[in-house]
Nanobody, 115 residues
Framework: QVQLVESGGGLVQPGGSLRLSCAAS????????MSWYRQAPGKARELVAA???????NSADSVKGRFTVSRDNAKNTVYLQMNSLKPEDTAVYYC?????????WGQGTQVTVSS
């Protein structure tokens, strides 16, 4: 069974930075696509960034140039470095592990961007 635990969320001022981490249990991390999603109040969950098992990454247009996804297979951990944060980045951020047709979700971590 796969468990995902996110950390690193919090309150930050506009223009600030945060780094989210997601630690995965199990032995399938290195062969899985890892993704970050977010959900703001009253809005649908949206894909923020993803990184394949081979290390190829992509991100949503709204965060390009500001957010960077990376992974450390030795630590079974995926990261989301968020710079130049804006109030519209406020949301609960979820980690996702995709393995074939299987999807696993973390419990989410709150990110609030406010002065």
């Amino acid at each position: 069974q796969v468990q995902l635990v996110e950390s690193g969320g919090g309150l930050v001022q506009p223009g600030g930075s945060l780094r989210l981490s997601c630690a995965a249990s199990g032995r399938f991390f290195s062969v899985s696509t890892m993704s970050w999603y977010r959900q703001a109040p009253g809005k649908a969950r949206e894909l923020v960034a993803a990184i394949s098992a081979g290390g190829s990454s992509n991100s949503a247009d709204s965060v390009k140039g500001r957010f960077t996804v990376s992974r450390d297979n030795a630590k079974n951990t995926v990261y989301l470095q968020m710079n130049s944060l804006k109030p519209e980045d406020t949301a609960v951020y979820y980690c996702n592990l995709g393995l074939g047709s299987l999807l696993y979700w973390g419990q989410g971590t709150q990110v609030t961007v406010s002065s």
